[in-house]
Each structure stands twice: as structure tokens, then as C-alpha cells.
Antibody, heavy 125, light 108 residues
Framework: EVQLVQSGAEVKKPGESLKISCKGS????????IGWVRQMPGKGLEWMGI????????RYSPSFQGQVTISADKSINTAYLQWSSLKASDTAMYYC??????????????????WGKGTTVTVSS | DIQMTQSPSSVSASVGERVSITCRAS??????LAWYQQKPGKAPKLLIY???TLQSGVPSRLSGSGSGTDFTLTISSLQPEDFATYYC??????????FGGGTKVEIK
């Protein structure tokens, strides 16, 4: 069974650092893009960025570029999302998502076929 | 960025009714659109990709249509398990990938 298992809920203070994880199983971890989606309380879905664990190629949404770091350790089939200095506005649910890619002539197309259960991050003083 | 606009933002319907949700892209995206369903407290689930292809296991009462800038998700006969929030997403690799604002389907 294809699964993405995310790390547990976190409660942090503003200014603290954090790294959450997502472990893939049941598929070839190095051959699928894996990324992160944010959902703030009561709000919609926001795509943050993705990484290709095979070569660590990483793409970010401009909204999140410089705010977070996406990484992966292919030796343990795990992707990460990290913050160096959390803000209260980072309070949200974060989903780890596998991206299926459909090659096309001009550009490839990415949709999200497997989702983790989510990691709740609460930042409060 | 490609902006995705869904309408309505919420809809009330009864079991057995037909429900349609629309999604409009700010520029032409061919048929490169996906739909997701999210139930309260749960992760989203992929329903449809390439505008009209049902993901494995998705019931046939759900269907997707459209091309270019205008797309529709239709539930032909609403069932209790269909009450949820639905999101469209453009799948174009001119990043960022973007979602619509969501449509909540509620019980009338």
C-alpha cells in the first residue's frame, strides 16, 4: 500500500525552529516528486513546493520561497519541511503530498495522488 | 501565477439531487485540471485529473468536464458521503500549482 506517514503535531513559540517529516512507503520514493500543501485554520489549500528525491531538485511557490526549506533523505525515504524562525502566521495543517507527473510536449503536468494525514503546527507565545 | 476561481463557495442540496461546481482559470490550461474532495478533519483526496479522468475507486456519479478556462465537477445523484468541500487545481508545471478557493457542499 502506498503511504505517506507524517510526523506528529507540534506546538512551538515564535522564533523557534522546526523540521517536520514525511516518510514514504509502498512505492519508489526516488522517482516521484513529493511536496507540501498548507491549510490555515478554516481556509483553503496552498501549494508550497516540491522536491524530487532522486536528485534533490526543488521548486518553491513564490509565496513560500525563503520562508521554508524543503529537503529529502532518499536513504530513508523521508521528505522534510523546515522553518528557521517560526511566526504565529505559520499556524496551520501541513500535508505531505506525492505528485504524479504527466509528461507533455510543452510542459509537464502535476497532480497530487497520495496525501499524508497532515501535521498540525501551532505557533503561540 | 494562474488564478483559479470556484463557484459557488457553498451549495446546499438534498440527497439524490444533481450538483454542479464550476472552476475558472485565469488563462488557458487545456484540460490540465484536477479535482479533490476534503471531508472535515481529513486530508484531501484526488477525484479527477486531466479534467475528466476519474481516479481509481471514485464512484461514477462524479464526473468532470471542460477545457480551456472553464471546468465543471458534477455529482449526478448526491449521496450522504459526498457532503464535503471540493477544490479544483491547475496542474500546469509553470509553477506554482494553484487551487481554487473551495466549494462546500452542505445538506439542505
Amino acid at each position: 500500500e502506498v503511504q505517506l506517514v507524517q510526523s506528529g503535531a507540534e506546538v512551538k513559540k515564535p522564533g523557534e525552529s522546526l523540521k517536520i517529516s514525511c516518510k514514504g512507503s509502498g512505492y519508489s520514493f526516488t522517482t516521484y516528486w513529493i511536496g507540501w500543501v498548507r491549510q490555515m485554520p478554516g481556509k483553503g489549500l496552498e501549494w508550497m513546493g516540491i522536491i524530487y528525491p532522486g536528485d534533490s531538485d526543488t521548486r518553491y511557490s513564490p509565496s513560500f520561497q525563503g520562508q521554508v526549506t524543503i529537503s529529502a533523505d532518499k536513504s530513508i525515504n523521508t521528505a522534510y519541511l523546515q522553518w528557521s524562525s517560526l511566526k504565529a502566521s505559520d499556524t496551520a495543517m501541513y500535508y505531505c503530498v506525492r505528485h504524479e507527473v504527466v509528461p507533455a510536449a510543452i510542459q509537464d503536468h502535476y497532480y497530487m495522488d497520495v496525501w499524508g494525514k497532515g501535521t498540525t503546527v501551532t505557533v503561540s507565545s | 501565477d494562474i488564478q483559479m476561481t470556484q463557484s459557488p463557495s457553498s451549495v446546499s442540496a438534498s440527497v439524490g439531487e444533481r450538483v454542479s461546481i464550476t472552476c475558472r482559470a485565469s488563462q488557458e490550461i487545456s484540460n490540465w485540471l484536477a479535482w479533490y474532495q476534503q471531508k472535515p478533519g481529513k486530508a484531501p483526496k484526488l477525484l479527477i485529473y486531466a479534467a475528466s479522468t476519474l481516479q481509481s475507486g471514485v464512484p461514477s456519479r462524479l464526473s468532470g468536464s471542460g477545457s480551456g478556462t472553464d471546468f465543471t465537477l458534477t455529482i449526478s445523484s448526491l449521496q450522504p458521503e459526498d457532503f464535503a468541500t471540493y477544490y479544483c487545481q491547475q496542474t500546469n508545471s509553470f509553477f506554482p500549482l494553484t487551487f481554487g478557493g473551495g466549494t462546500k457542499v452542505e445538506i439542505k
